[in-house]
């Protein structure tokens, strides 16, 4: 694990706290009134552009999951949020909840997964709203029941493609006071945070930090192994999360492992709030036709491993492809792995990964289920992992998970019992530990996957949990 990626993300935060706060400055400094407030009108302001396009349920759901707020023959490209009026609210009366991150591209995975899931969810109640605002490639606002959805234009951010940065500070200060939310859920650590403390200020909104990603732990995945500068990188990222929890009326953390470690580090106020998956999406009834699905995606007969997601160091993958060579000579083992991201290029010239086949994001995912019940093993190398999405889909879909002894993965594939595990970091561990599991009996250890799933991991359970937690926060 090459810990310059956690390092990086400590380094982009800070420049990201002091981009938005310069933005912040250079923007309210023409309208400050008396007491130095910067007081920015929402409703409407000239000269304006209006928004004008709404989805239908069939446009939002029916196509691909990338182009869920992206309607076809959309030409608003003069659109700017900052000063264009903006559209009513949606459900007057309803429990709002304003999810804002930058954890949201076109190829990334859990953190978009998780807010269009949640969509899904508002969208067949009529008790609540949503309003979700994510970076674009320029200024946007999308609609279906229920939900909205503001897209921010913001540069991307260069060694964390297809992430951008959001520097929207009016843009984000209109959106709030438009839609006067009952919640701010932040969903990032980069800019994020104090784009919602400086729209925030006069309003009082309660504000929950989900806590995806755990970069003090990319930073020192192992911190009794490390030298004394990634030690002090990691507690200075441990300071900032801090900082950032302090802001917030609760860290929502997606695994007891997560919770645990906010806690011993002095975070306060943490609630442990699940991820869920699609229980009908993620079936075993799709291993039937497996013979099928692997011919369409050119994969080879016999035994396949899989990775789905990001293709990034924290995603600890150069373990699994210098690993693999070894597995696939002892058990026939071919490797698949399916993504893309900032690591892809430099893997693929890696010895050996060109007997892996590299298979492009899909945004399709009945296209990603065939794919996790075509295979027999899923692998999460990760140990820094808070949750590991996939790896449940993996489960849902009848297909046991080999993952390192460290993170949210671990958690679920222990408690599960659909899996085994491996030393975090140690490429020899991994070997012997899916040789072992390749040589055994894997459907025996599949079939457990299932049952646990829908014990816990529906969606519905999820979020019926989360929302929960939000009306405990209001009520105080």
């Known amino acids: ?34 007491g130095g407030v910067a007081r920015i009108r929402a409703p409407t302001a000239a000269p304006c552009t209006r928004w004008v396009t709404a989805l239908t349920d069939r446009a939002v759901w029916a196509g691909p999951e990338l182009d869920v707020f992206s309607p076809p023959g959309d030409s608003r490209a003069s659109l700017d949020i900052s000063r264009s009026e903006l559209p009513p609210r949606l459900r007057p009366g309803a429990l709002g909840v304003l999810d804002i991150s930058e954890f949201f591209g076109e190829t990334t995975g859990g953190v978009r997964t998780y807010l269009l899931q949640k969509a899904r969810y508002v969208e067949t109640r009529s008790d609540l709203r949503q309003v979700l605002v994510v ?37 984000t200060s209109r959106i709030v006071a438009h839609e006067r939310p009952d919640v701010i859920e932040v969903g990032s650590t980069w800019c994020v945070p104090w784009l919602v403390h400086l729209a925030n200020r006069n309003l009082d909104v309660p504000a929950v930090w989900f806590y995806h990603s755990n970069f003090p732990r990319i930073i020192a ?62 079936h075993p ?6 013979a099928d699905t692997r011919r369409a995606l050119g994969l080879p007969d016999g035994p396949l491993a899989l990775f789905v997601g990001r293709i990034a160091r924290d995603k600890e993958l150069d373990l699994l492809v210098s690993s693999w060579p070894e597995i696939e000579r002892r058990t026939g083992t071919h490797l698949v792995l399916m993504g893309d991201g900032p690591s892809r290029r430099r893997l693929q010239r ?41 790896a449940l889909e993996a489960l849902s879909s009848g297909t046991p998970v080999l993952s390192a002894d460290c993170g949210g993965v671990f958690e679920t594939v222990s408690r599960s019992g659909a899996g085994t595990h491996f030393q975090s970091g140690n ?13 055994g009996n894997l459907k ?22 989360l929302f929960g937690v939000y009306r405990t926060i209001l009520d105080q």
């Open 1 to 34: 694990m090459n810990a310059a990626t956690g390092t990086r993300h400590l380094l982009t935060c800070l420049l990201a706290y002091r981009l938005t706060r310069r933005h912040a400055i250079a923007v309210a400094s023409p309208c400050r009134k008396r």
């Open 285 to 290: 009834r799709r291993r039937s036709y497996a």
């Open 221 to 282: 995945p192992w911190p009794d192994r490390v030298g004394s500068l990634r030690r002090t990188a990691s507690q200075l990222a441990w300071r900032y999360v801090r900082r950032l929890s302090r802001l917030v009326k609760a860290t929502l953390a997606p695994s007891d492992f997560v919770a645990a470690e906010l806690q011993r580090e002095g975070v306060e106020r943490v609630q442990r709030v699940s991820l869920g998956v699609d229980l009908d999406i993620f």
């Open 444 to 465: 025996q250890l599949g079939d457990r996957g299932r049952p646990y799933v829908e014990a816990h991991h529906g969606w519905d359970r999820v979020f019926d949990r």
């Open 350 to 390: 890696q010895p050996g990964s060109e007997r892996i086949t590299w298979l492009p994001f899909e945004s399709d995912r009945d296209r990603v289920a065939d794919c996790m019940a075509a295979v027999d093993l899923y692998v999460a190398p990760s140990s820094t992992e808070t949750f590991g999405l996939s």
């Open 427 to 439: 490429g020899g561990s991994l070997t012997e530990a899916a040789v072992q599991m390749i040589t």
């Open 135 to 171: 970076p674009g490639a320029q200024d946007s606002i999308h609609e279906t029941s229920g939900v909205r959805c503001y897209r921010l234009h913001g540069p991307s951010i260069p060694t964390q493609k297809p992430y951008r940065f959001m520097l929207a500070t009016r843009s």
